[in-house]
T-cell receptor, first 113, second 111 residues
Framework: DADVTQTPRNRITKTGKRIMLECSQT?????MYWYRQDPGLGLRLIYY???????NKGEISDGYSVSRQAQAKFSLSLESAIPNQTALYFC????????????FGAGSRLTVL | AQRVTQPEKLLSVFKGAPVELKCNYS??????LFWYVQYSRQRLQLLLR??SRESIKGFTADLNKGETSFHLKKPFAQEEDSAMYYC?????????????FGRGTQLTVWP
């Protein structure tokens, strides 16, 4: 069973549509993150949350929003998707007791036409 | 500001040859550095941490504060080492920090 589960795994949508990517974890970690991966640009942090009441912007938060519904759930929303948001999105979790080593989900591939 | 630089997007070696993936960082405090690896069709996963000073799958990485580098090395590359490798830095210490990644190096080990 996956420790960090992302849904959907693949999504094709049109410009202007609202999209939500969901992440749930069974590791009991307090910290959760959303990254996007683009060829040649590596992984860039979109948002992160150190506990349920804590939300922080990352390097590239414009055009995105997040919700930490519970310790185990962290969702990423694109309010009005645009083509340059086409990317592979990763959710990750960590804990201070685990030395902040990240556990990643399998990724959600989003294509915006 | 924190920066992690991996100067090589692509690196190819033959099986049995030594391999070195370069990582340089820019950070004003005491960094914590990591190497993460993404094998084909697998999730990103931790390869090693500088604090652990361990060897994983034959890879080692030494933190050189003078050169601000954390290069990943393996004396004899294997085909199964072919993967994308990311160097990462955590800022602000473990309790406060978040992880910054370099752009990655795609390693191909030819038979």
């Amino acid at each position: 069973d996956a420790d960090v589960t992302q849904t959907p795994r693949n999504r094709i949508t049109k410009t202007g549509k609202r999209i939500m990517l969901e992440c749930s974890q069974t590791k009991g970690h307090d910290r959760m993150y959303w990254y996007r991966q683009d060829p040649g640009l590596g992984l860039r942090l979109i948002y992160y949350s150190f506990d349920v009441k804590d939300i922080n912007k990352g390097e590239i938060s414009d055009g995105y929003s997040v919700s930490r519904q519970a310790q185990a759930k962290f969702s990423l929303s694109l309010e009005s998707a645009i083509p340059n948001q086409t990317a592979l999105y990763f959710c990750a979790t960590s804990s201070v007791s685990g030395a902040n080593v990240l556990t990643f989900g399998a990724g959600s591939r989003l294509t915006v036409l | 500001a924190q920066r992690v630089t991996q100067p090589e997007k692509l690196l190819s070696v033959f099986k049995g040859a030594p391999v070195e993936l370069k990582c340089n960082y820019s950070y004003s405090g005491s960094p914590e550095l990591f190497w993460y690896v993404q094998y084909s069709r697998q999730r990103l996963q931790l390869l090693l941490r500088h604090i652990s000073r361990e060897s994983i799958k034959g890879f080692t990485a030494d933190l050189n504060k003078g050169e601000t580098s954390f290069h990943l090395k393996k004396p004899f590359a294997q085909e199964e080492d072919s993967a994308m490798y990311y160097c990462a830095l955590i800022s602000g210490g473990s309790t406060l920090g978040r992880l910054y990644f370099g752009r990655g190096t795609q390693l191909t080990v030819w038979p």
